[in-house]
Nanobody, 126 residues
Framework: QVQLVESGGGLVQAGGSLRLSCAAS????????MGWFRQAPGKEREFVAA????????LNADSVKGRFTISRDNAKNTLYLQMNSLKPEDTAVYYC???????????????????WGQGTQVTVSS
């Protein structure tokens, strides 16, 4: 079992920055892949970024490349998403997710992630 709790969302102007955190508990944090997803009103939940167990490899959605950075601190059982140069189209509820079936295979498919947080709202004003 894994429990995930996101924090750090809020309201920010376009061009601004936010850092999201995801605190994990339960199963050993360094034993699984982690990812970030987001869901805007009326849209499907979409992949944002993912990271292997030790941070050695990451994958980003094309829409956030060069602006968002995923990282993790296994000593603190915490996943991060640093978001810079935010745009109004980044407005969504952001979710962290765990794929406990693997330590090294990172994927965009939300079907591969078996534990999810409750989400944190990010709103970017123009």
């Amino acid at each position: 079992q894994v429990q995930l709790v996101e924090s750090g969302g809020g309201l920010v102007q376009a061009g601004g920055s936010l850092r999201l955190s995801c605190a994990a508990s339960g199963r050993t944090f360094s034993s699984y892949v982690m990812g970030w997803f987001r869901q805007a009103p009326g849209k499907e939940r979409e992949f944002v970024a993912a990271i292997t167990w030790n941070g050695g490899s990451t994958l980003n959605a094309d829409s956030v490349k060069g602006r968002f950075t995923i990282s993790r601190d296994n000593a603190k059982n915490t996943l991060y998403l640093q978001m810079n140069s935010l745009k109004p189209e980044d407005t969504a509820v952001y979710y962290c997710a765990a794929n406990t079936r693997t330590t090294i295979v990172i994927t965009r498919s939300k079907l591969q992630y078996d534990y999810w947080g409750q989400g944190t709202q990010v709103t970017v004003s123009s």
